[in-house]
């Protein structure tokens, strides 16, 4: 079913532990509602999501199509989405967000793989509803990779990696037949972003200066066209992008290491600490020393208000509404 075009996108970071760059967002709380959003999002990374109870719609940028119990959902990084229940149900789910490229970086690089540039293009504008009759496999491979994450057992990560790698080859034999399918298998590159090449250099290179004309380019646009249509799809221009995936990286310094404010401060790219410290401020609501202060208690918990972090709470704002936004932080639609 065809869906209007939408404007302002959302964009959710995730931030995923360095050393096992993955994350599972499971339990009692992730119930998806059934009040459709009005609003797309996308993310930093991939979401592979299993779907436990209930039914409902995943909608894109120029389609919607339906879920059911079992169903697994592969969402590339770059792939703008929504999710909303049935009407009257509240569907139950699990989610897994994972940096494919940096949980396998430790042993080898996704350029030995057979058909490695495939794959980089599943996990950056790809995404499907694989249902758990049709793809018993993939259904099997998720699920024991959430009770992995679930139970923690001895040596874990290594298990994940290997059930992960194992899924990642199964999904890039879907990929490559996705045009032969029906709608249960949605081949995305419709639903990603015209400017996902930018986004994704920003990502890889964001310590580093470099001029807008390059991202245009990237995007084969004119620079006056990607400004316009960077802001559209993202409600900001791209060096706020950059600043902010700068400071969400500072955080992680802050929380995880020792390393003082100035070295973290050019780590990340800015050339004088006082631009880091107001752009910070701006982003998170605090000083770089408060915010150390207050999170390097759970330093190894990954933290879901990422997108609070982007658009602070208000002191106008009343109780309802911080409680509604903080929801929406902790992805109350995924």
Same mark, same amino acid.
């Given at each position: ?10 964009? /959710? ?5 360095? *050393?096992? %760059? ?7 709380? @992730? ?14 990374? !991939? ?36 999710? *909303?229940?049935? %009407?009257?149900?509240?569907?139950? @789910?699990?989610? !897994? ?9 430790? &042993? ?10 495939? !794959?980089?293009? +599943?996990? #950056?504008? *790809? ?11 993939? *259904?099997?491979?998720? =699920?024991?990779?959430? #009770? ?26 879907? &990929? ?26 920003? #990502? ?24 316009? =249509? ?13 600043? #902010?995936? /700068? ?12 390393? %003082?404010? +100035? ?45 609070? @972090?982007?658009? %602070? ?22």
């Amino acid at each position: 079913m065809s869906r209007p075009k939408h404007t302002t996108i959302e964009y /959710r970071n995730y931030a995923l532990p360095a *050393y096992f %760059p993955i994350i599972l967002l499971s339990g009692d709380n @992730w119930h998806i509602s059934d009040i459709p959003s009005g609003t797309l999002h996308f993310h930093n990374c !991939l979401e592979i999501g299993l779907c436990e109870t209930d039914s409902g719609t995943m909608e894109f940028a120029d389609a919607s199509c339906p879920f059911h119990a079992g169903d697994v959902t592969i969402v590339a990084s770059d792939v703008a989405h929504t999710t *909303y229940s049935s %009407p009257g149900t509240a569907s139950k @789910w699990s989610y !897994l967000f994972v940096n494919i490229e940096e949980l396998f970086a430790p &042993y080898f690089p996704l350029d030995i793989i057979s058909n490695g540039d495939m !794959l980089l293009k +599943l996990i #950056r504008s *790809y995404c499907a509803i694989l249902p758990r009759a049709e793809y018993p496999d993939i *259904y099997m491979l998720v =699920t024991e990779i959430i #009770r992995e994450m679930t139970e923690k057992d001895n040596n874990f990560q290594f298990s994940v990696r290997g059930l992960m790698l194992s899924l990642m080859m199964k999904l890039m034999n879907i &990929y490559a037949t996705a045009k032969d399918t029906g709608i249960g298998t949605i081949q995305s590159h419709e639903n990603s972003l015209s400017i996902a090449p930018a986004i994704y250099y920003i #990502r890889k290179n964001y310590m580093q200066d470099f001029p807008m004309e390059s991202l245009a380019d990237m995007c084969h646009m004119s620079p006056t066209h990607f400004r316009r =249509t960077f802001s559209q799809i993202m409600g900001f221009g791209a060096l706020e992008y950059v600043n #902010r995936i /700068r400071i969400t990286h500072a955080t992680h310094l802050l929380r995880t290491t020792e390393m %003082p404010v +100035l070295e973290i401060s050019e780590e990340i790219g800015f050339h004088s600490v006082s631009s880091f410290n107001r752009h910070f401020m701006e982003i998170v609501g605090m000083k770089p020393s408060q915010y150390r202060s207050q999170m390097s208690c759970i330093r190894d918990r990954s933290l879901l208000k990422c997108t609070g @972090w982007m658009t %602070p709470p208000t002191h106008e704002q009343t109780p309802d509404s911080a409680r509604k936004q903080q929801d929406a932080a902790h992805g109350g639609r995924a």
